[in-house]
């Protein structure tokens, strides 16, 4: 059974920058796609960052130049490194595969406020 574990998150000016982590446990991790997603109050939650197995990583079109992803297959280990950070980019940011093919983890919390 896969468990997702997010930490980093917190209340944050516009501007500037947040790390979020992900631990995953399991073996299913250094084999799979995985991704951070967010979901802002009242929509869905989206893909807002992919990396594969073999770190080649994609980010969405919103958050392209200011988000990177990484991964760390030894230790089972997935971060975001958020800057330039926007009012907008205000949501609960999930860790899962990609696509996502296990339950939810609680979430990390950002808010972009000032």
């Known amino acids: 059974q896969v468990q997702l574990v997010e930490s980093g998150g917190g209340l944050v000016q516009p501007v500037g920058s947040l790390t979020l982590s992900c631990v995953v446990s399991?073996?299913?991790?250094?084999?799979?796609?995985m991704g951070w997603y967010r979901q802002r109050p009242g929509d869905p939650r989206l893909l807002v960052a992919g990396?594969?197995?073999?770190?080649?990583?994609n980010t969405a079109d919103s958050v392209k130049g200011r988000f990177t992803i990484s991964r760390d297959n030894a230790k089972n280990t997935m971060s975001l490194q958020m800057n330039s950070l926007k009012p907008e980019d205000t949501a609960v940011y999930y860790c899962?595969?990609?696509?996502?093919?296990?339950?939810w983890g609680q979430g990390a919390q950002v808010i972009v406020s000032s």
């Open positions: 899962n595969l990609v696509p996502p093919r296990t339950g």
């Open positions: 399991g073996s299913i991790f250094s084999e799979s796609a």
């Open positions: 990396i594969t197995s073999s770190g080649r990583s």
